[in-house]
């Protein structure tokens, strides 16, 4: 397997994000997963010192393996409190991206109690083992769009919305967001960490292998030549490029190490509204760039999930001066693109995406890339 269409050479990126990350010590949980992968290869590419803590490599194959980036990785629970204290304690991280969880909807629905004991109890035993070590300055916890409680809104979700969740998942997110902020406001000292959270749309890219997800679903069963079965054709998500979401925390935490106090509170990463669309309207998008794929609606009754979220960035783009660089269908045909490039000659494309991504933020003169 061989990384293409880039190299770490291959675009000068150590001065983004105001050269912030450069030899920072950098923990990322769940970093083995799709966009902790994502994450820590470009945080690694920017000359971060990079280290990570995930239960295991989830899925074969493995964007983590395939990337192969030189960076350690403690294989734990964050349900473990002991190891996971012991572990940031040594590490010594100044930034800590947490990304650990349990993160699908239909399995929240087959083990509810470990979804919510993995999502709001590990995320409270990292928050905790974080205030117990005294070089970290800045913490970015990483929840969802699904966090708020359903309603019909054409601008989308704001972070001032209420909170709620019908499944398992969405509700244990929400919970995670209400523990995020009293545990700021309870226990983290003025001499504590800057934390924040962040909600991001539905993210796609290559190198995601997590079952009951559309575009892995799609890619997997082109690859079998077979037909994809899909549950909510006109459901609507605010579909996005993963390297979308990870500039906005990128961005977030740098001005956390910069100290910048009043952006400890919540942050909605998602797309153009006008790129809330549906999952029919994806799946026509996806078959430009890949013919082969065909899809049927599925017939059985699932389980509930919310038939449209739409989500507002309004506060991001005016306080942080973040926006997006990809519109949908770049963002697709990359994808796409990536999955085929990979199955059918060996190649990993992550680097040119990254490549191609920067390129065209530094194009827009996009505020991390100045």
């Known amino acids: 397997m061989e990384l293409s269409g880039g190299s770490m050479e291959s ?4 001065n983004l994000f105001r050269s912030i990350y450069q030899g920072k010590r950098i923990l990322i949980t769940g970093n083995t997963g799709f966009k902790g992968s994502w994450l820590s290869h470009w945080l690694h590419r920017m000359g971060g010192n990079v280290f990570g803590y995930s239960l295991n490599i989830p899925t074969t194959p493995s964007h983590f393996e395939l990337l192969n980036d030189p960076y350690p990785t403690v294989f734990g629970d964050i349900l473990d409190t002991d190891k996971l204290t012991r572990s940031i304690a040594e590490i010594k991280p ?7 969880a349990q993160s699908l909807v239909r399995e929240s629905y087959a083990n509810p109690i470990l979804t919510f004991q993995t999502n709001c109890i590990g995320t409270l035993n990292v928050l905790q083992a974080s205030n117990a070590c005294a070089s ?11 966090v708020y409680a359903y309603k019909q809104t054409e601008d989308g979700y704001i972070e001032e919305d209420p909170l709620g969740g019908f499944d398992p998942y969405s509700a244990s997110k929400a919970c995670v967001e209400i523990i995020t902020d009293s545990f700021r406001k309870s226990f983290i000292t003025e001499t504590g960490y800057l934390l924040a959270s962040v909600r991001a749309g539905n993210v ?3 190198g995601d292998w997590a079952k009951d997800r559309l575009i892995p679903d799609l890619v997997k069963s082109t690859v079998l030549k077979k037909e994809t079965i899909i549950r909510y054709p006109d459901s ?11 500039s906005g925390y990128l961005l977030l935490g740098q001005q ?3 100290g910048k106090k009043k952006n400890c509170r919540p942050w909605n990463f998602g797309p153009l509204l006008s790129d809330c669309r549906t999952v029919r309207e994806v799946l ?19 389980p509930y999930e919310s038939p449209a979220l739409l989500l507002n960035s309004r506060r991001a783009n005016s306080e942080l001066s973040w926006n997006s660089i990809w519109d949908l269908p770049t963002a697709i045909h990359s994808t796409i693109s990536w999955y085929r490039s990979y199955y059918s000659s060996n190649q990993v494309q992550t680097d040119k995406d ?14 991390w890339c100045t």
């Open 11 to 14: 675009l000068e990126i150590n």
């Open 94 to 100: 100044e930034i800590i991206f947490h990304l650990a």
């Open 136 to 146: 970290v300055r800045a913490f970015v916890n990483v929840t969802t769009d699904k």
């Open 204 to 206: 796609i890219g290559g």
């Open 236 to 246: 609507t998500r605010p579909w996005q490029h993963v390297l979308e979401p990870l």
């Open 256 to 258: 956390l190490l910069e």
């Open 284 to 302: 026509d998008l996806a078959k430009h760039t890949w013919n082969e794929i065909v899809w049927l609606q599925d017939t059985d009754v699932n």
């Open 354 to 367: 990254l490549d191609a991504f920067i390129s065209a933020a530094k194009a827009k003169k996009s505020i």
